[in-house]
């Protein structure tokens, strides 16, 4: 049952507009949330307080999107000394790191009020890059304005299409007018540049610092609880990680098929069940109905040539693929299954880091 929206929370003072715009690097730092989190990798004290996951280094990462995105916020978590590259299209990200412009591509994968963006996933089908890491973020959405601008004033607001979407209830109670943009930085982006005075971005607020508007409301999203699940990609080819502390590994393939949908799924799932492998993921997939176009896949052990199916299963399990019993598994889904392909082994981490 959907929760009821949580209530607009408006500031009892507007920020001044002269008050000095800090750096991606001044912010506070992010922070585990939630009641019961528990942390299942080790998180140690970065640069400027951000937690740095599993000691990364300074890397290159691209993104979709303006400076202040989510999905740089998300890279800025995985690898706070990470240099971060804006794209237009989440192509362009991958595209970078092909070309070796960026050392990781990070994409949004799935969230808890959307589900799965099966776009991204059909990106990362297509080329041949390799998942090294997750991280689960929080999205707080905010009523972002230009410094001294009232709610009464405004008339419109911008952001992405799905933040709109996220905060229907909120912005009919508020009355605006709502158009899509390409993202919701690229939104707070535009007000700042235009100087709007009757616009207003939907956004986190970390981008509010970053642009120096001001936040008139907290908490637009309809459901309290918005988790994004974000993918870190790499071109570069790694062996399974060592496994942390206190936490474990994920692995995440996808298998392919051309008939017997059900039997196959059952078969899958035995596969992994009498071993005792935990599933984490499992996503099904057929485009075998009229006027649905098939799952396109790269084949990255044959000539490198893209292949068509029409049922396609995503998975993610508990474990590595140097585990006996994790390759014992794999052999017996590729015995029955045209095609499988693992996607990346790395840390399973379900801590859901927050941008506040």
């Known amino acids: 049952m959907a929760s009821s929206a949580p209530p607009l929370k408006f500031p009892n003072s507007v920020s001044s507009s002269t008050k000095k715009r800090r750096k991606f690097s001044d912010l506070p730092s992010i922070a585990p949330t939630g009641k019961n989190w528990r942390p299942s990798t080790v998180v140690v004290a970065g640069i400027n307080g951000h937690p740095q996951i599993n000691g990364s280094g300074a890397l290159r990462v691209a993104f979709q999107g303006a400076p202040g995105a989510y999905s740089e916020f998300a ?56 998942i090294v890491q997750e991280i689960n973020l929080f999205v707080h959405y905010c009523l972002l304005a230009m410094p001294g601008v009232r709610p009464g004033e405004l008339r419109r607001v911008i952001s992405h299409p799905m933040a709109l979407a996220h905060c229907g209830r909120a912005l009919s109670h508020l009355g605006l007018r709502r158009e899509p943009v390409e993202d919701t930085a690229g939104a707070v982006e535009m007000l700042r540049s235009n100087h709007l005075l009757d616009t207003a971005a939907i956004a986190s607020p970390r981008a509010a610092v970053l642009y120096g508007l001001d936040v008139l409301a907290h ?54 069940s009498k071993r005792n492998i935990n599933l984490t993921k499992l996503e099904v997939i057929n485009s075998s109905n009229e006027g649905e176009a098939p799952v396109m896949i790269l084949d990255v052990r044959g000539r490198g040539s893209l292949r068509a199916f029409p049922h396609v299963l995503y998975v993610d399990f508990e474990g590595s693929t140097e585990e006996s019993k994790v390759k014992e598994a794999i052999d017996e889904i590729s015995s029955f299954s045209v095609f499988v392909r693992i996607l990346g082994c790395y840390t399973a981490d379900t801590n859901v880091y927050d941008l506040q």
């Open 75 to 130: 890279a800025k978590t995985a690898s706070p000394a990470c240099t971060t590259i804006p794209c237009r299209a989440f192509a362009d990200a991958i595209d970078a790191v092909e070309r070796g412009r960026a050392d990781r591509a990070i994409l949004p994968v799935e969230s808890t009020m959307e589900g799965t963006a099966l776009r991204n996933y059909d990106l990362l089908l297509r080329h041949d890059l390799r």
């Open 219 to 272: 908490g637009l999203q309809d459901e309290s609880w918005n988790v994004t699940r974000f993918l870190l990609l790499s071109k570069t080819p790694t062996g399974p990680p060592q496994e942390p502390a206190g936490a474990g590994l994920k692995t995440s393939l996808v298998i392919a098929h051309r008939g017997g949908s059900m039997m196959v799924l059952l078969k899958v799932l035995s596969a992994f």
